[in-house]
């Protein structure tokens, strides 16, 4: 169940970009034909024409330093919707203290660029904390009880889901879409949107996208910009642990304990790495598979990892399926 927490104000962000220093609440047509909102009643208010034009309305947030992984969610959304959205905010209250806040690539410009490409992307939310978190800061979370502890990603960064599922919830309360778009590299956190999707009681559809990878088959991430020329050859090595443990439950082997051991020797067999978790969960319930369980035959699990490599923190997932 979801319920609501109150918590200290947040600090701000550092100085936007010159050419978004202007009065909040503005929109501006971007030279690329896209625009640019950063305040809440201009957002209201386009989506109000939209409304009013009958139009079916896609939407995919985003916290911008974009690649193709999120381009090609605004492609699928092109596809089903006459319109789509994009919000690109770096959301302060699901970063712990300690985390990588300050340090996360922001690049409004090259980001509207790349969406200019996209049919239908017609509207960029891009706004300042102040309009997220107007009451002086964060003091209402959206709670997610014992789905965020259940959730290995969750219990490795305590207090992510919880910002994650409270600026979730804002953003569809404004844009209100028809069908909202997330990929699946992020397994976890798609897990805690449809559940608040469904709990909260919200008329959006939820549709995950497959992961994008690059050639050798590292999950495309905007922290991978993190990565050195020194470390990047040993950025696949939670992939390729994935997979053998992909094909060992394809080979029939369904013991939870064994399947995420086979995993993590492979990974702690890298000295330049630091194993973080592995996980075997159901992708519908969060449930986790415990040592000496079973995997179901008849539901999809999800086997995500993390792992640290220098001073980058990766992801990733598979979906197992008989």
């Known amino acids: 169940a979801c319920m609501l927490l109150r918590c200290r104000p947040l600090s701000l962000l550092p100085r936007l970009p010159a050419f978004l220093q202007r009065r909040r609440g503005c929109s501006t047509q971007f030279p690329y034909g896209v625009e640019i909102i950063d305040g809440v009643e201009q957002l209201r208010a386009a989506r109000h024409r939209m409304e009013m034009e009958g139009k079916i309305v896609g939407f995919v947030p985003t916290m911008g ?41 922001r690049d409004l410009d090259g980001d509207i660029k790349k969406l200019s490409s996209v049919p239908k992307l017609t509207t960029v939310f891009h706004p300042p904390i102040a309009e997220m978190y107007p009451e002086d800061g964060a003091k209402v979370f959206v709670g997610l009880d014992e789905l965020e502890n259940s959730l290995r990603e969750g219990q490795s960064r305590p207090g992510h889901f919880r910002g994650v599922a409270t600026v979730v919830t804002k953003l569809f309360n404004l844009v209100q879409p028809h069908k909202a778009y997330f990929g699946q590299k992020d397994g976890a956190q798609c897990i805690v949107i449809k559940r608040i999707v469904r709990e909260l009681l919200m008329n959006t559809e939820v549709n ?39 094909k060992a439950f394809s080979d029939g082997l369904r013991d939870a ?66």
């Open 65 to 105: 330093a974009l690649h193709a992984g999120h381009i090609s969610l605004v492609q699928e959304a092109s596809k089903a919707c006459d319109e789509v959205i994009t919000s690109i905010f770096v959301n302060p209250t699901q970063f712990a203290e300690g985390e990588d806040l300050d340090q996360y690539p």
């Open 208 to 246: 995950v996208v497959p992961t994008m990878r690059e050639e050798d088959g590292l999950a495309m991430s905007s922290r991978n910009l993190y990565l050195s020329a020194e470390n990047r050859p040993f950025a696949t090595t939670l992939y390729k642990a994935l997979k053998a443990v992909e």
């Open 257 to 322: 304990g064994r399947l995420l051991l086979l995993g993590e020797d492979m990974i702690q067999r890298e000295e330049k790495v630091e194993f973080l978790y592995l996980d075997l969960c159901c992708m519908e319930s969060g449930k986790q598979y415990k040592d000496g369980e079973n995997l179901a035959e008849d539901a999809p699990v999800m086997l995500s990892g993390a792992m640290q490599l220098g001073k980058t923190r990766l992801i990733d997932n598979l979906i197992l399926q008989k």
